[in-house]
Nanobody, 126 residues
Framework: QVQLVESGGGLVQAGNSLRLSCGAS????????MGWFRQAPGKEREFVGA????????YYEESVKGRFTISRDDAKNTVYLQMNRVKAEDTAVYYC???????????????????WGQGTQVTVSS
């Protein structure tokens, strides 16, 4: 059983940067594809991006492409979400998720993931 714990959320001014971390325990972290999702008030949870375990390749939702970067440090069992040039619409609870995904392409649906963190709030002030 994998446990995921996000950290690094908070209040950030529009245009600035923030880095979220997600620490994993209880499993072979290096074998998991890892994803980030977010959920704004009154909206459904949406995919932000993902990183593959084998290649380290990344994939992003269109609205964050070029601003957000996902990376992983398997030695530390941690995945990161670097958020640059944040916007008010990036305000949400951010969740990391893990999966032993065996499908084609990138896991981009909530149902692709078996393990979830508790979420961390990011609030962008304009």
């Amino acid at each position: 059983q994998v446990q995921l714990v996000e950290s690094g959320g908070g209040l950030v001014q529009a245009g600035n940067s923030l880095r979220l971390s997600c620490g994993a325990s209880g499993g072979t972290f290096s074998r998991y594809d890892m994803g980030w999702f977010r959920q704004a008030p009154g909206k459904e949870r949406e995919f932000v991006g993902a990183i593959k375990w084998a290649s380290g390749d990344t994939y992003y939702e269109e609205s964050v492409k070029g601003r957000f970067t996902i990376s992983r440090d398997d030695a530390k069992n941690t995945v990161y979400l670097q958020m640059n040039r944040v916007k008010a619409e990036d305000t949400a609870v951010y969740y990391c998720a893990g999966t032993l995904y065996i499908g084609l392409g990138f896991p981009a649906r909530s149902t692709d993931y078996e393990y979830w963190g508790q979420g961390t709030q990011v609030t962008v002030s304009s």
